[in-house]
C-alpha cells in the first residue's frame, strides 16, 4: 500500500474552515497495536484516514500521536500515508488536539479516533453540513442520542471551544477531548445529530479480540472500500453468528481512560 494524497476539500471560502484531528496511538489496555493492525492490506488508522478524506469536507487532516517511542510507529504509518502527524502528551489527549490544531489551524475540528475501520464518509459528510447549517455551534455529534453502531460516530467542534476545554478540562475530560463540552451544556451551544433507523445495538468499533474478529470478517466480506452504514446493518441483519461474536462486550465509562 502506497500513500494517497488526499482529494480536493469540498470546502466552501464562506463556510468553516474544518480541520481532521485523528488520535492514535499503540498502547491500549485490551487491544495493544490495534490502530496498526492489517484489513485487506490496509491500516486500521489507513483505513480512518481515507474515510475522513472521501468525505471531501476537510481543509486539512492530522493524526495526534504521542511522544512515547512506542507511537514511532505511528509516525512512520503517517508518513507513508501522506498524512502530517503531530505528537504530544500520552494521557492529555487534549493537549495534543490542541497543539494539532496549532500547527493547522482551522475553524472548526473534526475529531477521529483511530479505532473505526468502519467509518462512513457519507456520515462525515453530513454532520458537517449540519454543523455549517446552524450558526454559532460549540459542538455537535451523533453520540449524544446514540442511534449509529458504536465506532461510527462523528463528532466537530468549534475551534476556539476546543482551546477553551483545553484550559477549563480536568481529570477523564482530558483524555476524552470533547467530553467537558457535551456534558456542560449550560456553558456551551450543543447539537444532537440523531440518523434512523436506530441501529445502536450494534458494536463496530476495535476494541478488543471479539470487535477484531468481527471486523476482520465484514472486511474478509467486503474487500478494502469504505461501506455504506445501510448496506453494512442490511448484511449483518442476516449474519446472526457475526453479530454475536462482541455483543457481551462492555463499554469503558466516561470516567475510565
Not at 80 to 86: G, K, M
Not at 191 to 216: F, I
Amino acid at each position: 500500500m502506497t500513500g494517497e494524497p488526499p482529494p480536493e476539500a469540498a470546502t466552501d471560502d464562506a463556510g468553516p474552515r474544518i480541520v481532521g484531528i485523528v488520535q492514535a496511538r499503540m498502547g491500549s489496555s485490551r487491544l495493544p497495536g490495534k490502530v496498526l493492525r492489517p484489513l485487506a492490506g490496509r491500516s486500521v488508522l489507513g483505513r480512518v484516514v481515507r474515510a475522513a478524506r472521501d468525505s471531501g469536507v476537510l481543509a486539512d487532516l492530522v493524526v495526534a500521536t504521542s511522544t512515547d517511542t512506542v507511537d514511532d510507529a505511528v509516525a512512520v504509518e503517517c508518513a507513508r500515508l501522506d498524512v502530517p502527524c503531530h505528537r504530544g502528551p500520552v494521557d492529555d489527549v487534549l493537549d495534543r488536539f490542541v497543539g494539532a490544531l496549532a500547527a493547522h489551524p482551522g475553524d472548526a475540528v473534526m475529531r477521529f479516533t483511530a479505532d473505526c475501520p468502519l467509518l462512513d464518509p457519507e456520515i462525515i459528510t453530513l454532520v458537517a453540513s449540519v454543523y455549517r447549517a446552524v450558526p454559532g455551534l460549540d459542538y455537535a455529534s451523533t453520540s449524544i442520542a446514540r442511534t449509529l453502531p458504536r465506532g461510527l460516530d462523528v463528532e466537530i467542534i468549534r475551534a476556539e471551544t476546543l482551546r477553551t476545554l483545553g484550559r477549563l478540562a480536568t481529570d477523564h475530560h482530558r483524555v476524552h477531548v470533547t467530553s467537558y463540552a457535551y456534558t456542560h451544556p449550560e456553558l456551551f451551544r450543543v447539537l444532537g445529530v440523531t440518523l434512523t433507523p436506530d441501529r445502536s445495538a450494534l458494536r463496530l468499533t476495535l476494541d478488543t479480540e471479539q470487535d477484531w474478529a468481527l471486523v476482520s470478517a465484514i472486511i474478509d466480506h467486503f474487500g478494502d472500500v469504505s461501506v455504506p452504514l445501510a448496506k453494512l446493518a442490511d448484511w449483518l441483519d442476516g449474519q446472526p453468528r457475526l453479530r454475536a461474536l462482541n455483543a457481551d462486550v462492555r463499554q469503558k465509562h466516561l470516567e475510565e481512560s
